[in-house]
């Protein structure tokens, strides 16, 4: 009987109902991963060192040369930012734009989408290798040893690199625009300060948390595609996934900041 009803609900309404469903076991597949990452019984010696490796090959290993991409990223534009604001009389408004683009919007997504591309297309590949090879990655150990290491390694990653690049910007921002003297500390103290306001840096953490969260789970989520789907068919959609992830987050923070 149910079966036949089902047939009479109208297409739209199957598609909305699949949809419906399918978000539903994003969110709880999301929630257990979270659960199992805050329990301490889960970090047995196999899981630790598991995710040791998880965390070197997706922070350590790339934090020096995204480190000097940063200050080289960081001084083009800020000399870029102050010899436009400069043309158009608006010096005093340079190193304010600077801070807000570069700190508060482009270092947190470019951070997410660098890990994502990188230590995301890793997991993501390893994962469906081994969904390819009959192992069942929804078993508790498999899961533990697999899966867990690559989400917590790709969310370290991200934290990392987008706090440790932001930092380095505002040195270089400050060098940039002040020179090497401690004379321009006060007023760039004070800047940062009207920036980073009681409402802007919580958001600011919880985006970047986000991000990281997204960029972690992300590819964990082969573990809920079917099993008869192509490699192909499962990256694309997964991919597609995160970014609408990282396109909620950034416009929800947008959103929630600046209105």
């Keep these: 009987m149910s079966h036949v009803l089902h047939h009479r609900i109208p297409p739209p309404l199957r598609s909305l109902e699949r949809g419906l469903v399918r978000e539903w076991r994003l969110l709880r597949f999301m929630a257990a991963t979270l659960l199992a990452a805050l329990t301490p019984a889960t970090y047995t010696v196999a899981v630790r060192r598991?995710?040791?490796?998880?965390?070197?090959?997706?922070?350590?290993?790339?934090?020096?040369?995204?480190?000097?991409?940063?200050?080289?990223?960081?001084?083009?534009t800020t000399h870029i930012?102050?010899?436009?604001?400069?043309?158009?009389?608006?010096?005093?408004?340079?190193?304010?734009?600077?801070?807000?683009?570069?700190?508060?919007?482009?270092?947190?997504?470019?951070?997410?989408?660098?890990?994502?591309?990188?230590?995301?297309?890793?997991?993501?590949?390893?994962?469906?290798?081994?969904?390819?090879?009959?192992?069942?990655?929804?078993?508790?150990?498999?899961?533990?040893q697999q899966v867990l290491p690559g989400v917590v390694g790709n969310f370290f990653a991200v934290v990392l690199l987008t706090l440790v690049s932001g930092t380095l910007v505002l040195c270089v921002a400050y060098v940039v625009v002040y020179g090497l003297t401690p004379w321009g500390l006060a007023g760039f103290t004070h800047l940062v300060g009207?920036?980073?306001?009681p409402v802007t840096a919580p958001g600011l953490l919880l985006k970047i948390v986000l991000f990281a969260l997204a960029v972690g789970i992300a590819p964990a989520t082969v573990v809920l595609d079917?099993?008869?789907?192509?490699?192909?068919?499962?990256?694309?959609?997964?991919?597609?996934?995160?970014?609408?992830?990282?396109?909620?987050?950034?416009?929800?923070?947008?959103?929630?900041?600046?209105?």
């Design 50 to 76: 598991s995710m040791a490796q998880a965390v070197c090959f997706s922070a350590w290993q790339v934090l020096p040369g995204y480190a000097l991409l940063a200050i080289l990223f960081g001084a083009a």
């Design 81 to 144: 930012m102050v010899v436009t604001a400069a043309s158009y009389g608006l010096s005093h408004l340079a190193l304010e734009a600077v801070v807000r683009v570069l700190v508060v919007e482009i270092i947190p997504l470019a951070a997410a989408l660098f890990v994502a591309m990188r230590s995301g297309a890793a997991f993501l590949n390893r994962l469906t290798a081994l969904r390819a090879n009959n192992v069942d990655l929804r078993q508790v150990s498999t899961f533990d």
């Design 194 to 197: 009207q920036i980073f306001d």
């Design 226 to 259: 079917s099993a008869r789907q192509g490699a192909l068919s499962s990256d694309m959609r997964i991919t597609a996934r995160l970014f609408l992830m990282l396109t909620v987050i950034e416009v929800a923070a947008l959103v929630l900041l600046h209105f």
